[in-house]
């Protein structure tokens, strides 16, 4: 079952839009995994019609995929893909931390220690799921006090396109990516938002870096694989 999102205002389309969205997003939906309507259907409560119109919206976003004959997935995402919106991603998630500092309470920087906090704690007992959530969880509290939906909407439109789900994988890149969170936390305490937005475009470029690197080694050893059982 996915977590509900609260209803503000939303259609029953829109709300069920919304929660798988936050699944994809939060990592809880993976790069090729299938979604099946009718396990939608029970999860969300809704019949086949709207389901449908519930992954067409999604579709349009970029955020599933429709194969002819094989069904709905969420899309998987090459290394080109990730290096392609690492400039996006610090552009816009540099300009939302750079209008997020200056409002965000105490209450709000509280969150995002939680969040700092339950990330670490996942990863000393090795429950990848939740590193991603939360670190999802992380990004978004700061990027939500933009003051902005539109841009908060962008950053979700490219968020997908850079492969989280590979990133905990690669040997020490966690390690560091907590680190970085704890100095870009510490910039927004000092409510220093030029240098937590700097802390921020290291942050994603070196992930991305790592990410793409790793998926392309992985690339070539299929490909060296694949090339000796045909020569077998």
């Known amino acids: 079952m996915f977590p509900q999102s609260p209803n503000k205002g939303l259609t029953k389309i829109q709300l069920a839009a919304q929660v798988l969205r936050e699944a994809i997003l939060r990592g809880d939906l993976v790069p090729g995994q299938k979604l099946k309507q009718q396990d939608l259907s029970e999860q969300l409560g809704m019949s086949a019609t709207p389901i449908r119109e519930v992954l067409r919206v999604l579709e349009a976003e970029g955020l599933l995929v429709y194969v002819p004959y094989k ?15 690492v400039p996006i991603r610090v552009a816009l998630e540099g300009l939302a931390v ?70 905990w994988m690669i040997p020490g890149r966690t390690e560091r990516s907590l680190s970085q969170h704890r100095a870009i936390l510490q910039a927004i305490r000092e409510r220093d938002a030029e240098r937590a937005a700097t ?34």
């Open 71 to 85: 069904g709905v997935f969420v899309p998987e995402v090459s290394p080109a893909e990730t290096e392609e919106v």
């Open 199 to 232: 802390l921020l475009a290291e942050h994603i470029t070196t992930a991305g870096k790592s990410i793409a690197e790793f998926m392309k080694r992985q690339g070539q050893q299929r490909g060296l694989v694949t090339q000796i059982a045909n020569q077998v």
């Open 98 to 167: 750079r209008l997020a500092v200056p409002r965000m309470t105490e209450e709000d920087i509280s969150l995002v220690e939680t969040a700092q906090t339950q990330m670490e704690q996942a990863w000393e007992n090795m429950n990848l799921a939740e590193v991603r959530r939360h670190n999802y969880t992380f990004h978004m509290t700061i990027y939500n006090r933009c003051n902005s939906s539109i841009l908060c909407q962008l950053i979700q439109r490219v968020w997908p396109r850079f492969a989280t789900d590979v990133l």
